[in-house]
């Protein structure tokens, strides 16, 4: 196989990647642009076995988005609304018990819960919904709000983001999903999440939640109007912030839905496209313990290829999955844990239930 990877001309690559060497910009151009992806599956297959043998990763967990109303409006998202649209939704903190203690006979360990940034719920709001998530199920953890989120909750609260997190926690908050990062470059931002938080201030957010001991996800919505170099910036700034403070447990690359948004005019992405996001990335963001494909973007036949790509972990049961659905995923909303543990097993992995900070729950 190293002779095949040596005439893909990919040689020196593979030497680096045997060596552990950090691997350039340049390098990541090198493989976004070689067409053979079977060689790139197999430089990345390397990364992945060295960090996490032969296990792929499942969870049982609930996705609970609590309200869509949103300030940002994204050109590339479907599912924030403005105040007032007719497909606007907000729950109260009842109700997000309700779904939560609506699954209360399955076996779920983590609830996933995003929304929009809402021009008006009262930060007492996110306080009481993490503490009544935790009356209804104590054990569960809660992995709620993405950066961007967080920034907009300590404008809401006139305090620092520090402090934000710090009351959070205190409520309930055990870690945060890797959602808003986007691409973080400024003209990505300009062009489809003007009034989006930055990419700095994503990171800040980040770096922030590391140091107060919270655990984070990244991801990239690829797929759109970004080049290559911006794909690879975005690599970089992850790992540098990585270096700093070893708080990401999972990349996850998420593949752009068009439907129902102000850029419908794109393509969806193509299966080669999201098999390489993920085979680059487990090479590029090598400080990054796992790269997760979420089935729910690219369905769960070709998440279940791409544990041969560089990926190690599945996601989850998710159930109720929107913010895809409402551009246009023809995906389920839920997978069964048999059905993912049948993909894993397939795939020739071992498929191994884990609890969000990856603690091994159960193998099978
Ligand atoms: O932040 C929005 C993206 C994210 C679209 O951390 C879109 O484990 C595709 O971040 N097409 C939310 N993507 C989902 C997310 C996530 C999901 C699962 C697990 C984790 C984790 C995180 O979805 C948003 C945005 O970046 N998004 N619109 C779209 N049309």
Known sequence: M??????????QILAKVRNGERLTLADGQTLYRHPNILALGYLANIVRERLNDNLAFFIYNQHVNYSNICTNLCKFCAFGKEKGHTLSYEMTVAEVQDKVRQRLDEPITEVHIVGGLHPDLPFSYYIDMLRGVKEVRPDVHIQAFTCVEIHHLAQMARLSVEETLRQLVDAGLDSMPGGGAEVFSPRIRQATCERKLSGEGW?????????LGLKTNATMLYGHIETVDERLEHFDALRRAQDETGGFLAFIPLAFHPKNTNMAEHASTTGIDDLKNIAVSRLMLDNFPHIKAYWVMTGPKLAQVALAFGADDMDGTVKEEVITHMAGAETEQALGHKTLIRLIKEAGRQPVQRDTLYNVLATY
């Open 203 to 211: 990171l800040e957010v980040a770096k922030t939640a590391h140091r």
């Open 2 to 11: 190293d002779a095949y990877i040596e005439q893909a001309g990919l040689g």
